[in-house]
């Protein structure tokens, strides 16, 4: 038997899977919400809210929550990279201006860039942002700062008459981001237990491929697809991540948010923004600052104690911010 482990809340294309479900003769679709997965003498139990359930095999597609409902046991077997999440809020909206067509504008601040699209009945989607998270409970909602940055973002650079729409529902969801920055798809180490999952933006485009090539896995078939995601990782090659480079490209994105709503700093301030904050989270990477700036800066706060002294710290961190990139260098194994 197949069993379908239905989520609570369906959006369009889920609520097509279950109707499809519903009409298969060999799927058993279950509208229960499954609290956590573990294995038993060779047997998958997944226990529910309302009952348990049994199988041979089982699939875990729950995005940034898969790794949750795995009990502790076969999340250490397996050896799966972390998962977190970027959550995207999201407006449908009712407009007398019409938007023909899809329209987006490139990612930039760590979000998704500006988009909307057109539905039926002159329905228009406002899209998405995007906030990095750990904890799904604490951020299970819409703050009013997401709703803004994202109807700023519309009106300003897709269409001005936006700001007439009316509005008619907002959405929240949370996009899978697994720490090995790629996709997680296929068969685990645990011969039982198959992932789909760390798709982050990219879900709804895999989701046919990614269906292909679990289920001829499941059914011990070869698959005519090559998959460049098996979760199946090597614990003794490093992995260490390249933290200069993550912290050049951070620091664009934060400087980025910093510009929201509004959008623009004047003069050449976003480059200032961007070379002061970055010799700052160098620094603070490092014990030793052979640069000199960490101690110029606390010399001249306690030769001046006033809070216009910052402003020429300011200007005294960019003028140090190449040597200070030099000599800190790449910070990855704390070099």
Not at 152 to 177: V, Y
Not at 200 to 224: D, F, H, T, W
Not at 279 to 289: H, M, T
Not at 309 to 327: H, P
């Amino acid at each position: 038997m197949n069993l379908l482990l239905s989520p609570m809340h369906f959006g369009g294309i889920t609520a097509a899977l279950q109707a499809f479900a519903s009409t298969c003769s060999t799927i058993t679709v279950i509208d229960d919400e499954i609290q956590k997965v573990r294995e038993s003498e060779g047997e998958i139990i997944a226990a529910g809210s309302e009952d348990s359930y049994r199988a041979a095999k089982v699939v875990i597609a729950a995005g940034s929550r898969s790794l949750g409902i795995l009990s502790k046991d076969i999340v250490e077997k397996v050896c799966l990279p972390s998962i977190y999440f970027g959550k995207g809020v999201s407006t449908l909206v009712q407009s007398d201006e019409p938007i023909l067509s899809t329209i987006r504008t490139p990612n930039r601040a760590f979000a998704c860039g500006a988009h909307v699209v057109p539905r039926e009945n002159g329905c228009i989607y406002l899209g998405a942002t995007n906030f990095f998270g750990t904890d799904h409970v604490s951020e299970a909602s819409i703050e009013v700062g997401e709703l803004h940055i994202l109807f700023d973002q519309a009106i300003h650079q897709i269409n001005t008459e936006l700001r007439r729409a009316k509005i008619i529902e907002s959405k929240f969801g949370f996009r899978p981001i697994a720490t090995s920055r790629t996709p997680l798809v296929g068969q685990t180490t645990n011969p039982n237990v198959f992932i789909g999952t760390g798709t982050y933006r990219n879900g709804v485009l895999m989701a046919p491929l990614i269906a292909k090539i679990i289920s001829s896995a499941l059914m011990g078939q070869e698959s005519e697809h090559n998959n460049p995601y098996r979760p199946v990782f090597n614990t003794n090659v490093s992995t260490s991540p390249d933290i200069e480079k993550v912290v050049s490209s951070g620091i664009e994105d934060i400087v980025g948010i910093l510009h929201e709503p509004n959008g623009i700093l004047p003069y050449g301030r976003s480059e200032e923004l961007s070379k002061f904050l970055s010799v700052i989270f160098r620094l603070a990477l490092v014990d030793q600052d052979s640069s000199g700036v960490r101690q110029k800066m606390n010399a001249m706060l306690r030769e001046i104690p006033l809070n216009e002294t910052m402003n020429r710290i300011f200007y005294e961190v960019l003028s140090n911010g190449r040597a200070q990139t030099q000599d800190i260098g790449n910070v990855e194994g704390g070099k």
